[in-house]
Structures are given as C-alpha cells and as structure tokens.
C-alpha cells in the first residue's frame, strides 16, 4: 500500500434503549450518545424542554430523571437507559392536570417570553418534591442552574414561594 489512509470514521451504531417517559415507558433506536435533548425534541417531539446554550449553562433543557434536575444538553441518551425521565409535558402528571408550579408561574406572572420557564419550573418542582418549605435561599440555589434573561428574579421568587404554599395547603 502506498502511504497512509486516515480511518473513516464510523457512524456510531443504533441501539433500542429503553426508559420511562413521564409515566410511559418508550424505546428508542438512536446512536447511545445522542443526547438526551436531540431525541426529546427531534425524535420523540417534545418540544417543551428548550435549547439555549448547549453547555450546561442556561438550564433551558432542565428535566428530571429519577427525580433530579439534569441538563438534557449533557445527557447523553445511554445514561438515562431504565431510568425514569420527567420533562415539562409530564410535570404534573397528566395532560389536563397543571402543577402547583406552573398555576403559580401563572399567577405570579413569573415569565416574560417564556423560553426559560419550562426548565425553571422543572427545577422548582425537584425542589419542592425535596423540601416543601423551602427558604428565599434555598430556592435562588435550587434555581441557580436557570438564567432568565427578560423578567428578572422577583416574580419567579414569588411564584416558588407561591407553588410551596399551595402544596402545603394541598397537603393539609
Ligand atoms: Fe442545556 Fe443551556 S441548553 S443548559
Ligand atoms: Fe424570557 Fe425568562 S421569561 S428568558
């Protein structure tokens, strides 16, 4: 052979991985790394978890899996394989059902155009699955992983503390 040929790279290989999607269990057939983000809205057409930054820094694709807070972004399809996966269309539980955080968002108007809402209430609802009482503190760090660039903090604040108040009284 004459001289060198670099190696072709190749695709990486399809696999079935199967997890929970809000509640309903899903297969899909895509490369192990694909991230999480590309098959939620490309594959599976879930367009409510975002895309902003792409680094881990936005918080726009925040979804749950096994109930913690993780950026779609930098989640890779195979480590989320048997795990339960919740995005903002699965947040409160069913299709007509709205979560305390959303009816709170709502009424507190904690949202301007709206693009970091899905991830920031994603992140509020851990939090408060975690700790219902939460302090000012602790939901500005819980939140910390979010950036909204258009409303500013107040009304999400109050929203937080409005979503924890209504789950309290929910649960007597
Ligand atoms: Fe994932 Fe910004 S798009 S953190
Ligand atoms: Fe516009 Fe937060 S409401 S980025």
Redesign the pocket.
């Known amino acids: 052979m004459i001289g060198k040929t670099n190696p072709v790279p190749v695709p990486a290989e399809r696999s079935v991985l199967s997890f929970t999607l809000n509640g309903e269990p899903v297969a899909v057939a895509a490369p192990p790394s694909r991230r999480l983000l590309d098959v939620l809205r490309h594959d599976l057409l879930l367009t409510g978890t975002k895309i902003g930054c792409e680094i881990g820094r936005c918080g726009a694709c925040m979804v749950l899996v096994d109930g913690q807070p993780m950026n779609a972004c930098l989640t890779m399809l195979y480590q989320v394989e048997g795990r339960r996966v919740t995005t903002i269309e699965g947040i409160a539980g069913g299709a007509d059902a709205m979560h305390a955080v959303q009816l709170a968002f709502l009424e507190e108007g904690g ?7 899905p991830g920031m209430i994603v992140s509020a609802a851990a939090l408060l699955a975690e700790k219902p009482d939460p302090t000012d503190k602790e939901i500005i760090e819980a939140l910390s992983g979010n950036l ?4 500013g903090y107040g009304g999400i604040l109050r929203a937080v503390r409005r979503a924890a108040a209504i789950g309290r009284e929910a649960n007597g």
Not at 111 to 117: A, D, H, K, L
């Open positions: 949202y301007q155009c709206g693009y970091c809402t909204c660039r258009c409303t």
